[in-house]
C-alpha cells in the first residue's frame, strides 16, 4: 500500500530547522562549521544554510547598497543526520535555541518537556531554496510616513515635502509638496529624494 508520505530513513541525512538568538544566525552557522571539523561529525552534519533574498538598502544620501535579507530570520536551517552526538553538537553550539520541532510533555514533575527534532519535508525544503532563489530584490529605505525630505531629481527637484506613504515593493513613495502654495500628493521614486535631518 502506498501513500504519499516520504518514507524516513534514519541514516539519512534531512533537514531540520533551528532557532537561534536574534541576530546571530552567521555567528552560529560559523560556530557550527567549526564544531562540525573538531567533533568529527562532517559525514553527518552535512550543510548549514541561511536562506537569504537579495535586498537593496537605500541610505539617506540616496545610494543604493546590495545587501541579504533572510527568509526566515532566528532560524538555520542543518542538512544532516540526526543521532545523539549530532544532536549534542548541534544542540551544545553557542545561540542555538531549539531544534523545531514536537514538544513531548514530561510525565511527571513540572515544566516543560524536551522537543523531538522533526525533519523537514522535501517539498518544504525545495519551496525555501526556490523562494529564495526567485525572489525580487526587497528595497529597503529608511523613511517612514511623517519624514521630512527634500526631492533631489526629476521636476520637482529642490521641493521640499512630507512623506503620506511609502511603497517598497514598487520602490515608491507619495509625499505631499507644497506647489503654488497648496500641498499636493507626489509619487516619487526612493531615489529621487533625501531625507532631511
Not at 559525514?43 to 537593496?56: H, K, L, W, Y
Amino acid at each position: 500500500m502506498e501513500t504519499n508520505e516520504e518514507s524516513f530513513d534514519p541514516n539519512a541525512s534531512h533537514w531540520y530547522a533551528v532557532q537561534v538568538a536574534s541576530g546571530c544566525e552567521k555567528r552560529v552557522k560559523t560556530n557550527l562549521e567549526q564544531r562540525v571539523q573538531t567533533m568529527d561529525v562532517a559525514e553527518r552534519i552535512v550543510q548549514v544554510e541561511i536562506p537569504q533574498t537579495p535586498a537593496v538598502k537605500i541610505r539617506k544620501d540616496g545610494s543604493r547598497q546590495n545587501s541579504e535579507e533572510k527568509v526566515f530570520p532566528g532560524y538555520v536551517l542543518i542538512r544532516m543526520v540526526m543521532d545523539d552526538e549530532t544532536w549534542q553538537v548541534v544542540k551544545n553550539t553557542p545561540n542555538v535555541i531549539n531544534f523545531v520541532g514536537a514538544e513531548q510533555k514530561r510525565r511527571y514533575g513540572r515544566g516543560r518537556g524536551h522537543v523531538k527534532p522533526m525533519p523537514l519535508g522535501a517539498a518544504e525544503v525545495e519551496r525555501i531554496f526556490k523562494r529564495a532563489q526567485e525572489q525580487k530584490p526587497v528595497i529597503k529605505i529608511d523613511m517612514a510616513t511623517g519624514d521630512k525630505i527634500l526631492v533631489l531629481s526629476g521636476p520637482f527637484k529642490d521641493f521640499e515635502g512630507e512623506v503620506i506613504e511609502v511603497s517598497p515593493e514598487r520602490s515608491k513613495l507619495k509625499a505631499l509638496l507644497s506647489i503654488f502654495g497648496r500641498d499636493t500628493p507626489v509619487e516619487l521614486e526612493f531615489n529621487q529624494v533625501q531625507k532631511q535631518s
